[in-house]
């Protein structure tokens, strides 16, 4: 069974950085895509940023300049470092991964999520 689990969450005071960590464990074939989203209370779930397995990056606007994700395909790995943190980034964010348990079939896996808190 693929299982996604995060950590790194916290909280912080506006303009201070944290860096999120996930762990894509279980037996599968590969992974695709991975992502990070966010839900603020209140609001619909948000992509915050991507990236493809051949480290292709994407960014919502709105953390464009302060956030970065990267992964370590050799330990099945994505992380967001978020920089110049604002209270506006406080939301619970869940990593996402685009895993192949055989090579015929690719499902989408999520976290548990981990709460961000920024004050001002």
């Known amino acids: 069974q693929v299982q996604l689990v995060e950590s790194g969450g916290g909280q912080v005071q506006a303009g201070g950085s944290l860096n999120l960590s996930c762990v894509v464990s279980?037996?599968?074939?590969?992974?695709?895509?991975m992502a990070w989203y966010r839900q603020a209370p209140g609001k619909q779930r948000e992509l915050v940023a991507t990236?493809?397995?051949?480290?292709?990056?994407n960014y919502a606007d709105s953390v464009k300049g302060r956030f970065t994700i990267s992964r370590d395909n050799s330990r099945n790995t994505v992380a967001l470092q978020m920089n110049s943190l604002k209270p506006e980034d406080t939301a619970v964010y869940y990593c996402?991964?685009?895993?192949?348990?055989?090579?015929?079939?690719?499902?989408?896996?999520w976290g548990q999520g981990t709460q961000v808190t920024v004050s001002a």
């Open positions: 990236i493809t397995s051949d480290i292709s990056t």
């Open positions: 279980g037996k599968f074939f590969s992974i695709e895509n």
């Open positions: 996402n991964a685009a895993v192949r348990p055989n090579r015929w079939i690719r499902n989408n896996y």
